[in-house]
């Protein structure tokens, strides 16, 4: 079943989007390898928009999913005479088969990755916990978490659709994190095509794959690879605008920018990106275009905003809190609307304004500050190299480049660059992934724009390149050491997760007691493999348990824990994202000072500064579990 | 067949630029390089 699950996944997608594509009169338009890589991604956000509405309605069951999907999937065959597969041999010059080598050792590396277990923080928190949470409900259910809970989810009902498909098989989830965490660089590529000989297209391809972000990224299931494939499908919709007159390409960039916003809050700017770019290229038809692309965002993308305000008033959730004037709630208050005001305002203020606005790829290339989260898991150093070549490309075709197909998309990436320097909140290089396919490919277009003009330009061209690739093939080789290592260890699951995950053996001790109902953990990676239910308990993102330092009573502290049904607590030792002055850490003390808690184990584990580089640090943690004893709690009874 | 190659100051200019560019991003790697190496010799 995991592998017959992403590929039914696969499959509805490919059927989901020629669908859209047919509806939009635009199937008939493209290459071959345009129309699949557009359909998957099409057909991949419509996935992940369907199962939004199953959840609403509490439809979440391994029939429904196979009932949605197998249509879907079905559709693909009365469509497929639109896609003319040629078998006949292509002939690939050496360098080809060099790329093709090298685009096949980086697809190997990331098969290992799908064939082994999730490791990655974000992912074990969030990105797959949910969707395995909203499945044991059965429904959709709103998790009142700001930043990682109560966001918009699309690419996440994607999981829990092949989640629901697979039986819940983790490798059903790996393998389509892989296969649509390669999926944005076949639509690069194809969209590559129409300026760039097939060589540095294949090149383009495996640089963007290869970016230690996107190793970092794609296959553990983060957001802002696959976010790339809608920035794709918006940039076809606006090189088509030009000679299209119809509704089709105005209706792609409306689901491309709607896909966007359904999967994260920053697809609010990349809307307006999008929306300024329509409308100054849309000429007359502004008003026209400008009122069907908007509908089109509102339907595919407002459906995450809704649950936010029906849930909470606000649909930014806790954005726009103040802003709105709202009441005190059980979800948020003005006092949590102040901390996380401060909260937004620090993490803006991790980098100087003239890093931010002047010196920004140069600093995140060669110098990141922390918060930028980019050096090992960066950009590398292509676009800096680049610069020269392109700037001399610009000038050569100064007179043209008003008037080229992808000035509306270079418009686009640049507004949306700007605009998320603005108000981007948190500056991690990650989070520009989604419009990276796009810089790569003008800033190649104008580079091969320059070797015509300087044809001696072909050769640092061509360095700047292979240096890039040298290093990112480096970096495969040692995201996939750990991968490489569980495959030949046998697959041992235990022994894989113990080396992977920080303190894995504290919950492998958990999950074999008894009678555990519910547990408040305090380090958010463990949530995926925790059995029992779940509440992560971090400051300031939640209310339901207070956990900001200097605000956390014992006494309260207990009674939340009893309103949430918590039996359990499993913590570090001290409790690092609460400790100080009436903290968790003293509270959990206190408590257990009180008879409130009984202690069950202490756990000492081996933690890691990097999963693939251990040489950047090592050391021990320590883990408690306890158990609440409300018989034996003074707070239980004056309750 | 290899192409003769006619050198050019501004292919050399940007192939300079383009080695100081590689040189600097290594450079933020160093301890984890020197570190890999130290743990390869022993």
């Known amino acids: ?639 | 067949m290899i192409r003769p190659v006619s050198i050019n100051p501004a292919m050399i200019a940007t192939s300079i630029w383009v080695l100081t560019i590689f040189g600097l991003y290594m450079l933020q790697f160093k301890p984890i390089i020197l570190s890999l190496l130290r743990q390869a010799i022993s």
């Not at chain 1, 990682?148 to 393998?175: C, H, N, R």
């Not at chain 1, 009441?327 to 100087?352: C, H, P, V």
């Not at chain 1, 290592?485 to 999950?511: C, H, Q």
């Open chain 1, 1 to 639: 079943m995991s592998f017959v699950a992403p590929v039914l996944l696969t499959l509805s997608s490919l059927g989901a989007g020629a669908l859209l594509l047919l509806a939009f009169r635009l199937l008939n338009k493209w290459s071959n390898v345009e129309k699949i890589g557009l359909s998957f991604a099409l057909g991949f956000g419509l996935v992940g928009w369907l199962f939004f509405w199953l959840g609403a309605v509490g439809w979440y069951s391994p029939e429904a999913a196979w009932g949605v999907c197998g249509l879907l999937a079905v559709s693909l065959f009365p469509l497929r005479q639109n896609f003319t597969l040629s078998f006949a041999p292509i002939k690939f010059s050496a360098l080809e088969w060099v790329l093709l080598g090298l685009i096949f050792v980086a697809l190997a590396a990331d098969f290992l990755e799908a064939l082994a277990l999730p490791v990655e923080a974000d992912s074990l928190a969030y990105h797959f916990q949910l969707p395995k949470q909203f499945i044991e409900e059965g429904r959709l259910i709103f998790e009142p978490r700001a930043l990682d809970g109560a966001i918009p989810l699309l690419m996440q009902m994607t999981y829990l659709a092949v989640l629901l498909l697979g039986g819940s098989e983790d490798a059903a989830l790996t393998l389509w994190t892989f296969v649509s965490g390669w999926a944005p660089g076949l639509l690069l590529y194809a969209f590559s095509r129409r300026w760039l000989p097939r060589h540095w297209s294949m090149a383009l391809l495996l640089l963007f794959q290869t970016l230690p972000a996107m190793l970092y990224g794609a296959g553990s299931g983060h957001i802002e690879p696959r976010l790339a494939m809608f920035v794709l499908i918006v940039a076809f919709g606006l090189v088509e605008l030009k000679d299209n007159p119809r509704f089709g390409p105005v209706l792609l960039i409306g689901v491309g920018a709607g896909l966007y916003a359904a999967s994260k809050y920053t697809g609010l700017l990349f809307i307006a990106a999008a929306g300024i770019s329509l409308l100054i290229y849309s000429g007359r038809h502004w008003f026209r275009n400008g009122i069907v692309c908007g509908v089109t965002i509102l339907v595919v993308g407002g459906q995450w905003y809704g649950w936010n305000a029906y849930h909470t008033g606000d649909p930014i959730f806790p954005v726009l809190f103040s802003a709105l004037d709202l009441e005190d709630g059980t979800f948020w208050d003005a006092d949590y609307a102040d901390t996380m005001k401060d909260t937004l305002a620090l993490r803006n203020n991790q980098i100087s304004w003239w890093v931010r606005w002047l010196a920004y790829p140069i600093a995140a290339t060669l110098f990141p500050p922390f918060a930028m989260e980019a050096g090992r898991v960066g950009f590398g150093p292509y676009f800096l190299m680049i610069v020269p070549f392109s700037v001399a490309g610009i000038w050569s075709q100064r007179h043209k480049i008003k008037g080229s197909l992808l000035a509306p998309v270079a418009l686009m990436i640049f507004l949306f660059y700007i605009l998320w320097l603005g108000f981007g909140s948190i500056p991690k290089v990650r989070h520009l992934l989604p419009i990276l396919p796009i810089v790569l490919i003008c800033l190649a277009a104008v580079s091969l724009k320059a070797i015509e003009t300087w044809s001696h330009l072909r050769i640092p061209i061509g360095l700047a390149m292979a240096l890039s690739l040298a290093v990112n093939m480096g970096v495969v080789g040692f995201f996939a050491r750990p991968y490489i290592a569980y495959a030949t260890s046998g697959f041992d699951r235990e022994m894989f997760l113990k080396n992977n995950i920080n303190g894995y053996p504290a919950v492998a001790w958990l999950n074999q007691q008894d009678g555990i109902d519910k547990v408040l953990l305090t380090y958010r990676a463990f949530r995926y493999y925790v059995r029992s239910a779940s509440y992560f308990v971090y400051p300031g993102v939640q209310k339901l348990i207070e956990a900001r330092v200097g605000r956390v009573e014992p006494e309260t502290f207990w009674k939340q824990m009893r309103v949430l049904g918590i039996s359990h607590i499993l913590t570090d030792r001290p409790t690092y994202i609460s400790q100080g002055t009436a903290s968790v850490d003293t509270a959990i003390k206190d408590l257990a000072g009180a008879g409130c808690l009984g202690h069950m184990k202490e756990i000492q584990t081996s933690w890691r500064t990097s999963r693939t580089l251990s040489s950047l640090g090592s050391g021990q943690r320590l883990f408690d579990v306890w158990r609440l004893d409300a018989e034996a709690c003074p707070y239980d009874k004056s309750s």
